[in-house]
Structure formats: structure tokens, C-alpha cells
């Protein structure tokens, strides 16, 4: 699967930024698909994941309430709403594709294939 997300930009504190991630090569729907981000400085961090269906979603406890994931599988697509962002959501968000499901879908190894990313910086 090849991946191409897009989207990230400058926005104000208290804004909303929508992301994109393209995904060809392969059939998008046998794919459970996540989103992390990596601030400078730090390590790659979970931050969602959608069902291969899109009924199922999964949130790190930082953004659940502001950020929804969803996809459109007529489309090839996985988006990420960013609702209220905030200053510390500054980072390079990246989409990711795990064609397992498991226990550990918050840990970056246990994705098969990433992005190039797409920087998204809150100014405050």
C-alpha cells in the first residue's frame, strides 16, 4: 500500500484542520488504518485508529473529544478532523495502514506500511 497525506498547515489555537491520507497499491478495505503524529524532539505517538468497515474507532486519550477518524472506502481514504486544536498538538502527523488487528495498534511497529507524513503546527 502506498500512502500520501496531506492537509497539514498553519492554523490558530482553537481551530480546525482536516487531513487526508490516499492509499493505493492494494485494497484499501483489508486494511485497518491509524494516524500518529511525532512533535520535535519526541517519539512517534498513537493517535487513532478506524475499523477496516470505519465502525470501530480508537482514540489516544489526548485528542478523544476534538480529532475523529474516519474513511471512505469508495475512495481509497482516511481522513482526521482536528477540532480545537491546541499548541502541543503541533507535530508531523502520519497515516499508517495494519493489515492485522491486534492488541498493540497504538505501537508504530505494528503497521505494515506509513506515509511521508504532514506537518500541522497550532500557533497559540
Known amino acids: 500500500v502506498q500512502l500520501q497525506a496531506s492537509g497539514g498547515g498553519l492554523v490558530q489555537a482553537g481551530g480546525p484542520l482536516r487531513l487526508s491520507c490516499a492509499a493505493s497499491?492494494?485494497?484499501?478495505?483489508?486494511?485497518?488504518m491509524g494516524w500518529f503524529r511525532q512533535a520535535p524532539e519526541k517519539e512517534r505517538e498513537f493517535v487513532a485508529q478506524?475499523?477496516?468497515?470505519?465502525?470501530?474507532?480508537t482514540y489516544a486519550d489526548s485528542v478523544k473529544g476534538r480529532f475523529t477518524i474516519s474513511r471512505d472506502n469508495a475512495k481509497n481514504t482516511v481522513y482526521l478532523q482536528m477540532n480545537g486544536l491546541k499548541p502541543e498538538d503541533t507535530a508531523v502527523y502520519y497515516c499508517?495502514?495494519?493489515?492485522?488487528?491486534?492488541?498493540?495498534?497504538?505501537?508504530?511497529?505494528?503497521?505494515?506500511?506509513w506515509g511521508q507524513g504532514t506537518l500541522v503546527t497550532v500557533s497559540s
Open positions: 499508517a495502514a495494519d493489515r492485522w488487528e491486534s492488541n498493540y495498534y497504538a505501537r508504530p511497529g505494528s503497521y505494515d506500511y
Open positions: 497499491g492494494r485494497t484499501f478495505s483489508n486494511y485497518l
Open positions: 478506524i475499523s477496516r468497515s470505519g465502525g470501530s474507532t
